[in-house]
């Protein structure tokens, strides 16, 4: 834009964060300020607000409440991720593929992600590497870097000269995680088209769980995660969007009613979770399989973990993988088709409400 003029409304389409409790923006003719709010239990964390600038438009005063406000020039032409987060199903739903040019994580679901797949095989994007260096990213030279946790990379993603912006949707509640693609929009102007694909996976969502509250006169017990590799019980916090959705589902997820300080990275001593959790009446098994038939039945299970035989729920078939599509239940599962994975969650534990739907994420263990 060459032609700026004093009074014109440049964002027309807006969106705002109706569910989401982890960021806020508002609009202000030719500039947006985003503000997002600290990650739970992330070192350094902290509050860090946006101005999204209208490219060729004056970047506002940076003092008062914009005073060490992170200036980023839209809308955004190029992109690099380093998470394995669900922007790249925003931007595949955007359609703002070509934007893609590359990552430094395994991006999550990229399979089911026809056109960023394409790019990466037709070498128009670079996959992930073993090293974490930034020469890749600064030889590519991406509009937009966005980092998911880390405060420090994305202080040091800055000081390289990148415009580097840091949220993670996961702590949000399962309609905010989906936001994340508005908040994705905000950075390239595609604000119509977040609000356009994301109205009826909030209409589906709250038609479901409306009907759950209405249905449901006696909630199972949940049992969420697994044995880890040293003998203790992975799981996640009450606040995480995979305990929110139990909740939502109509279920009791039995570790965090009684545990309400759950830890982030630190694994429940497994004592603990046998002694509540043993009688669960369901078992949503966390355990990730490169190849999920080796734990797609209960006696693959318990050759890979005879400790399992604790819990009750695996010999009456009520313990369930959520692997099916692979890791794709962190991407377009829990950042964008919220709706359906509650679909899942709901034919797991009230399987008369919905006995026509079959399961997208998840996989029942047959005895």
Avoid at 113 to 137: H, K, Y
């Amino acid at each position: 834009m060459t032609d700026f003029q004093s009074g014109v409304d440049y964002f027309p389409d807006k969106v705002e964060a109706i569910y989401a409790e982890g960021w806020s923006v508002s609009y202000h003719g030719h500039y947006k300020v985003l503000t997002v709010e600290p990650v739970p239990n992330v070192d350094n964390a902290r509050q860090v607000t946006y101005v999204l600038a209208q490219c060729g438009a004056p970047t506002p005063d940076l003092s008062g409440d914009l005073a060490g406000a992170h200036v980023i020039p839209i809308p955004a032409g190029s992109f690099w991720t380093a998470s394995g987060s669900g922007w790249f199903v925003a931007l595949e739903t955007l359609g703002l593929s070509d934007t893609v040019l590359g990552a430094n994580v395994r991006a999550a679901g990229l399979e089911y992600l026809p056109n960023i797949n394409r790019r990466f095989e037709d070498g128009l994007a670079i996959p992930a590497r073993a090293s974490n260096s930034f020469e890749p990213i600064l030889d590519a030279a991406p509009e937009l870097f966005h980092v998911a946790f880390s405060y420090d990379l994305t202080d040091q993603a800055r000081e390289l000269g990148l415009n580097a912006v840091a949220y993670n949707s996961y702590w949000e509640p399962p309609l905010g995680s989906a936001e994340e693609i508005k908040f994705v929009s905000l950075f390239f102007n595609a604000e119509a088209r977040a609000n356009e694909v994301l109205e009826p996976v909030f209409v589906n969502y709250e038609a479901l769980r409306q009907q759950v509250a209405d249905s449901v006169t006696e909630a199972p017990t949940v049992l969420f995660g697994t044995i880890n590799s040293s003998g203790l019980w992975a799981t996640r916090p009450p606040n995480r969007i995979d305990i929110r959705l139990i909740e939502d589902a109509g279920g009791i997820p039995i570790l965090q009613r009684e545990i309400t300080d759950v830890p982030l990275n630190a694994p429940l001593p497994l004592e603990r979770v046998i002694e509540l959790g043993a009688d669960a009446d369901i078992w949503i098994d966390t355990t990730y399989f490169a190849d999920t038939r080796l734990g797609d039945t209960v006696a693959g299970s318990l050759a890979y973990q005879p400790l399992n035989a604790s819990f009750k729920a695996l010999s009456e078939g009520q313990a369930f993988h959520r692997f099916a599509r692979g890791t794709d239940i962190f991407a377009t599962g829990q950042s964008f088709r919220v709706d359906i994975l509650l679909r899942d969650l709901v034919k797991a534990f009230h399987p008369e409400l919905l006995p026509d739907h079959e399961f997208v994420w998840h996989t029942r263990l047959e005895p």
